[in-house]
């Protein structure tokens, strides 16, 4: 089992940034690939960036050239830096990792709200 933890969202300005952090705890060994999902009110839930122990990242249209994700496996974390956030970009954002049985792990969520 992995026991994920976020922690960082909150209330910006449109324009402004925020840093998304994800901790993760348990049988981290096992994991493959992990990332960042968000659901906005109404919405299906948005694969929106992801990374693999390899480091390769991969990004969603709609953040591509303003999120960025990163991970510091010595402990066990990664994080999701969001630049340029828009109003759209609201929403509860979710850190998830994949073992190598293609298990998904979630931590509890995060709100992101974009308003002036």
């Known amino acids: 089992q992995v026991h994920l933890v976020e922690s960082g969202g909150g209330l910006v300005q449109p324009g402004g940034s925020l840093r998304l952090s994800c901790a993760a705890s348990?049988?981290?060994?096992?994991?493959?690939?992990m990332g960042w999902y968000r659901q906005a009110p109404g919405e299906q839930r948005e694969l929106i960036a992801s990374?693999?122990?390899?480091?390769?990242?991969n990004y969603a249209d709609s953040v591509k050239g303003r999120f960025t994700i990163s991970r510091d496996s010595g402990k066990n974390m990664w994080y999701l830096r969001m630049d340029s956030l828009k109003p759209e970009d609201t929403a509860v954002y979710y850190c998830?990792?994949?073992?190598?049985?293609?298990?998904?792990?979630w931590g509890q969520g995060t709100q992101v709200t974009v308003s002036s």
């Open positions: 998830y990792a994949q073992n190598q049985v293609h298990l998904n792990f």
């Open positions: 348990g049988d981290t060994f096992s994991l493959s690939a």
């Open positions: 990374i693999l122990r390899d480091g390769t990242a």
